[in-house]
């Protein structure tokens, strides 16, 4: 079955960085667009980054640009977000999403905790 392991989040100093992996299985992740999401509670999740099949086109949410960068390695089976000059506010839950037909899939998340 598809599954989505998020890993790599944790604690971190404002104007640190940190590196979140996603590792897919259960489908042909070279044929699936990719997205990072995050959700704070009592907010609705938003989509922070999102890439195509070939890694040849990116998008990203305006409060996350020139700051973090979306990548993937189809040999790997994985999806990346870099995360560089992090603000408190972009303290949440971390996710990785894919939609397969109509079926749209997430991981467990990953906590990024931006603090002093």
């Known amino acids: 079955q598809v599954q989505l392991v998020e890993s790599g989040g944790g604690l971190v100093q404002p104007g640190g960085s940190l590196r979140l992996s996603c590792a897919a299985s259960?489908?042909?992740?070279?044929?699936?667009?990719m997205n990072w999401y995050r959700q704070v509670p009592g907010k609705e999740r938003e989509l922070v980054a999102g890439?195509?099949?070939?890694?040849?086109?990116?998008n990203y949410a305006d409060s996350v640009k020139g700051r973090f960068t979306i990548s993937r390695d189809n040999g790997k089976n994985t999806l990346y977000l870099q995360m560089n000059n992090l603000k408190p506010e972009d303290t949440a839950v971390y996710y990785c999403?894919?939609?397969?037909?109509?079926?749209?899939?997430w991981g467990q998340g990953t906590q990024v905790t931006v603090s002093s």
């Open positions: 999403n894919t939609k397969i037909r109509w079926t749209t899939y």
């Open positions: 259960g489908f042909t992740f070279s044929t699936r667009d």
């Open positions: 890439i195509i099949t070939t890694g040849g086109r990116t």
